[in-house]
C-alpha cells in the first residue's frame, strides 16, 4: 500500500477510535447509571417514607423548646438530614449544622415553594420537600436530605476507570502508532540511510531489505538502479584508465623504433660524409616513411581521443547512393597496384543516405589498408556495397555467405574482403580493441594499432555496426552496415 494512502488511513483510524471508545464508555456508563438511579430512588423511597409519616404531625409545626424535637433527632443520622418550617417559611427545625441555618431564620417563601412534592436529585443527595396539612390548610413544610453516598463513591470509582481505561487507551493507540510508523517509515529509511553511507565508503552492501509496492520500495529500488548505473560508470572510468595507459605504453613503444631510425638515418646523413648520393636518397625517402608513419599514429591517436571523449553524434548529411559511393570505391586501384594485388570492386546502390562524407573515406580507408596489409602477392582483394535489395555475391567466402546474409537484414553493407592468412578466433573481437593486433602485425609498419578501433567508433556514430569474420584457408571479411534511406 502506498504510504500516503496508508498515512491517510491511519489518520482517520487514529481519529474515530478515541471518539469510538468514548461513545461506547459513555453509553455504558449512562446504561449502568440509569439502573443505578432506579435502584437508589427505590432505596430513598423506601427510606422516606416512615419518617414522612412521623413528620405529618401537625404538633411539630409551632414554636416550642427544641427538647419536644427529640423524636425527630432519633430519625436523622450522617446520612439523613431534616428541616421542618413553618407555614411562613421560619425554620423551626434543622439537623444541618450549617452556621446560617439557625432557628427562627426566616426563609424565602418563594423558594420553599419550589420544586414542592418532588424528589430531587442532586448531584450528592436527594432531597424530598413537602407540605404538612391541618383541616387542608397547609401549616408547615418538612425538608429531608438523603446523602448519595454510594453514588458518590461509585461515582469517584467510575471517573478514576474511566480515566484509566481512556489513558490506557491512549497510551496503547500511541504505542501502536509508533510501532507502525517504525516499521513503516523509520526502520526501512535508517536502512536505506546505513546502505548510502556504506556505498559512499566504499562498501558494497546486499540489499536484504523486502522490496514493498510503495514509496520507500520505490526509493530501494531507485537507489539500487543509481548504484548499479554508479558502479558501471566506475568500472567503464577504470576501463577508460586502464585503456588510456595501455595506449600511452603502446604508442611510446611503437614511436621508439621510427624515431631510433630517424635518429640514426639522419646523424648519418649530418656526420657520414662517405655515403653515396643513392644511399642518401634511400635515407631520405626512409625518413620520410617513418615520419609519415609517426604522424599517422598521432593522426589516428587524435581522432581516437576526439571520438572517445565526446558525446555528440558526428553531423550528418543526405547524399545520393549511386554516386557517393561510386567515388568511395574508386580510389584503390593503385595502391592494390603497387603491392601486386588483385582488386575486385562491386557496387549496387540506390537512393539517398545520411552520412558524413569524411569520416566513411576514412572508415574505408582504414579497411582498405588494413586489408591491403594482410594480403600477400598475387592474392586478391574484394571491395563492395550492396543494398539491402542486392544479394549476396558469389565472391564471398561460403563460410560467412549465410551468416553474413542473416546479419545484414534491412540496411546496406559495406564489404572488404581478402585472401590470406586468418584471424585466431579468440581475437575476432579484441581486434577492435585500441592497439589490439594480430601476431606479427606491428613488424608489417604503416599501422598505429588504432584503426579498426577508430573505424568501429565511426561506424557507431552513423548508427550503423560492424563485424569481422575469418576462416583459415580463406581468408577475412570486415563487414560494416549502415542504415538506408
Known sequence: ???????????????????????????????????????????????????????QNPDLYTFQPKGKYKSIDSLVSNKIKIVLYRYDGTI??????????????QNNLNTLYQDLNEIQKKHKSYVIKKPTLQEGKIIGFYEITVAREQWVEGFNERTIFLFSVVGSFFLLLYITVVLLLNRKLNKPLSIL?????????????????????????????????????????????????????FIVAALSHDLKTPLTVVQAYTEALNQDTTLTQEEKRDYKTILFDKLNYMRQMLD???????????????????????????????????????????LHVQQEVEGNYRVNVKQMIRIVDNLMTNAIRHTDNGQSIWLAVLSKRTTIPNWVFSPFSKELDLWRKDGTLILVQNEGDEIPEDLLETVFEPFKQVEGARGLGGSSGLGLSITKMLIEKHDGKIRLWSKEDYGTLVACWIKEG
Open 193 to 245: 540511510q546505513y546502505q548510502m553511507r556504506a556505498f559512499a565508503n566504499g562498501t558494497n552492501i546486499e540489499n536484504s531489505y523486502p522490496y514493498r509496492k510503495d514509496e520507500i520500495g520505490n526509493l530501494f529500488i531507485h537507489f539500487d538502479q543509481m548504484k548499479k548505473q554508479i558502479e558501471e560508470t566506475r568500472l567503464e572510468l577504470d576501463k577508460q584508465q586502464k585503456e588510456k595507459e
Open 92 to 105: 423551626l427545625y434543622s439537623s444541618i449544622e450549617d452556621p446560617s441555618s439557625t432557628m427562627m431564620y
Open 300 to 342: 589516428d591517436l587524435a581522432i581516437y581521443a576526439v571520438l572517445q571523449s565526446t558525446q555528440e553524434k558526428i553531423e550528418l548529411i543526405h547524399v545520393e547512393g549511386q554516386e557517393f559511393f561510386e567515388m568511395l570505391v574508386s580510389s584503390y586501384e593503385e595502391p592494390c597496384a603497387k603491392g601486386n594485388l588483385q
Open 1 to 55: 500500500m502506498k504510504i500516503k494512502y496508508w498515512l491517510m488511513i491511519s489518520f482517520l483510524i487514529v481519529m474515530l477510535l478515541p471518539i469510538i471508545t468514548l461513545y461506547l464508555l459513555y453509553s455504558s456508563l449512562s446504561s449502568y447509571d440509569e439502573e443505578q438511579d432506579f435502584v437508589e430512588y427505590m432505596s430513598v423511597y423506601n427510606q422516606t417514607n416512615h419518617i414522612e409519616a412521623k413528620l
